[in-house]
Nanobody, 125 residues
């Protein structure tokens, strides 16, 4: 049984930083891409960032490029999202997800089959 558990959300002022963590179990972590998505109130869940199994290849949404960094520690089965220069429009519930197929990276939600419970990030102006 695959489980993903996020942590690290909270309230931060605009311009501040947060680091989200997602601990995974139940699958050979290093074989699978990991993604971060977010969902703001009244909006669709959107792609934020993805990392290949090794961590050597990363994708970012244009809206977070140069501000957010995805990384992973395969020895700890954990993926991180470092968020800097946060803006009020970054306010959302953030979800981590694991890819459906080994070695496949994607920006598409349907390519991920297990999701965490979500962690709320609130950025005040």
């Amino acid at each position: 049984q695959v489980q993903l558990v996020e942590s690290g959300g909270g309230l931060v002022q605009a311009g501040g930083s947060l680091r989200l963590s997602c601990a995974a179990s139940g699958r050979r972590f290093s074989n699978y891409a990991m993604g971060w998505f977010r969902q703001a109130p009244g909006k669709e869940r959107e792609f934020v960032a993805a990392s290949s199994g090794s961590g050597m290849i990363t994708y970012y949404a244009d809206s977070v490029k140069d501000r957010f960094t995805i990384s992973r520690d395969n020895a700890k089965n954990t993926v991180y999202l470092q968020m800097n220069s946060l803006k009020p429009e970054d306010t959302a519930v953030y979800y981590c997800a694991i890819s459906r197929a080994p070695l496949k990276m994607s920006r598409e939600r349907y390519e991920y089959d297990y999701w965490g419970q979500g962690t709320l990030v609130t950025v005040s102006s």
